[in-house]
């Protein structure tokens, strides 16, 4: 009798086992972050607080760096807008009124990891700024991640620098792209995938997003070529080292693309 | 020490963890984990079934407060808490096996606990490593990386081994 209900227990045991190590491989495998960011609304408030304390303690002992990123990126956007409004100058009045391809919403970063399989942000923007899940985050110097669950004030994103992303990229000198993705080692590194054996890569080439996604802008510097091998013969893979630094990130900017839901609604159309 | 000197140390204990786990950036090759000494700190002679359950329940309670993937840590604990019982009898081998029964370091001595701790940490990190960087780090990496935080792991929770004993 013992016996039995020993092996009862055991058993029984065994089978809560199974039911507890499937369950929690389930979670993993729905990749469970994002669903946590929603169900834990409290929680996350109040971890977003902390993070947003902690964060300027760590902000303000990186002014100098931060100020110096800035004026340099500001610099670089006058001069870009000088260039528009010349050429703006040229067009015809009509023009000046067509709808901007992507607009922007600035955000601050109160949680940045780097050093995980799965890494992600939380900045300091949510669904009252106007942040929806499935929008593209973007520096001047290279994608960030998508978003991928928001509060109130704040919004959960999705690194690149992740198991699974991809940013669609294409080579500055030959217009050659393919899928770019992160090989999981160091935070400065990503992998160009699929660019023909016929395309030569020389090292410092620049990588630019390729604008054939709905999500993020065409032409955003990404890095430069580092090195390149052939892959399985027919393609080569192209080491990228990253121009964004993502252990330094502070600002970022959240990217909408306005003509989203009429390509959404082409592809719809096609049977 | 009391029960609720327990239950107050094995809360502390499991703030500290949260703090490490979306604090402390060791970089990519090391982390620190007190769960398997957590898993330790459970009564010895409750039934596999509640050891596994809570076990669960505190892994995915650090995957929801922490910064992380949902589920790695319940896994991993669930994974470490299994086969407890089993260890301490290859491991440490004492008669001892009161309802309410906490295995500690002045119990059966720095060495033999040590050891039990090691294999538990040893089991959580390879099941939490695993999940985590298969097929997507080299077999190279997973192996440093589990090593580097065993030992790492192991000497936290053996910290913590020696402060629970001297408030006891």
């Known amino acids: ?271 | 020490m009391s029960k609720s000197h327990n239950i107050l140390f094995f809360i502390l204990v499991f703030l500290l963890q949260l703090g490490v786990s979306n604090y402390l950036n060791l970089g990519p090759w090391v982390m620190v984990t007190m769960v398997p000494f957590l898993i330790l700190q459970l009564p010895l002679p409750r039934s596999p079934h509640v050891v596994m359950l809570s076990a669960f329940g505190l892994g995915l309670l650090l995957d929801l407060l922490s910064a992380g993937v949902l589920g790695l840590n319940a896994f991993a604990a669930v994974m470490a808490a299994a086969p407890r019982k089993i260890l301490y009898r290859l491991l440490v081998n004492n008669d001892r096996q009161d309802a309410t029964w906490i295995p500690l370091l002045r119990d059966f001595g720095t060495i033999k606990y040590g050891k039990y701790l090691f294999a538990l940490t040893a089991i959580y990190l390879a099941a939490f490593i695993l999940l985590d960087c298969v097929s997507v780090r080299p077999l190279g990496f997973i192996l440093v990386k589990w090593v580097v935080s065993t030992f790492a792991s192991t000497a936290a929770g053996l910290l913590l081994a020696f402060a629970f004993q001297r408030r006891s």
Do not use: C
């Open chain 1, 1 to 271: 009798m013992n016996s039995r209900s020993g092996l009862l227990s055991t058993l029984s045991a065994f089978l809560l086992f199974l039911v507890l190590a499937s369950l929690s491989i389930l979670l993993v495998v729905e990749n469970g972050v994002v669903q946590r960011f929603r169900i834990m609304g409290t929680v996350r408030d109040i971890q977003a607080w902390g993070w947003t304390r902690t964060n300027s303690i760590a902000t303000y002992f990186n002014f100098r760096t931060e100020n110096e990123r800035l004026v340099a990126e500001n610099l670089r956007l006058q001069q870009q807008l000088a260039r528009y409004q010349a050429a703006e100058r040229e067009l015809d009045s009509a023009a000046r009124y067509v709808e901007p391809d992507f607009s922007y919403i600035s955000a601050a970063i109160i949680k940045n990891t780097v050093d995980r399989q799965h890494n992600h942000l939380v900045i300091d923007r949510g669904r009252e700024e106007g942040v929806e899940p499935g929008l593209g985050v973007v520096t001047a110097n290279g994608v960030i991640g998508i978003v991928g669950a928001v509060g109130d004030h704040y919004a959960y994103v999705i690194s690149i620098l992740g198991a699974g992303q991809t940013v669609s990229a294409k080579l500055a000198a030959s217009g050659a792209f393919g899928p770019m993705t992160w090989p999981g080692s160091r935070p400065d590194r990503m992998i160009l995938h699929e660019i023909p054996v016929h395309i030569q890569a020389a090292e410092g080439d620049t990588v630019l997003t390729s604008g054939y996604s709905t999500i993020y802008p065409p032409d955003i510097p990404l890095g430069s070529v580092v090195s390149a091998k052939v892959s399985q013969g027919s393609s080569q893979e192209l080491t990228i080292a990253l121009f964004e630094d993502f252990r330094t990130l502070h600002t970022v900017y959240v990217v909408r693309n306005n003509h989203q839901a009429e390509i959404e609604e082409l592809y719809e159309q096609v049977p």
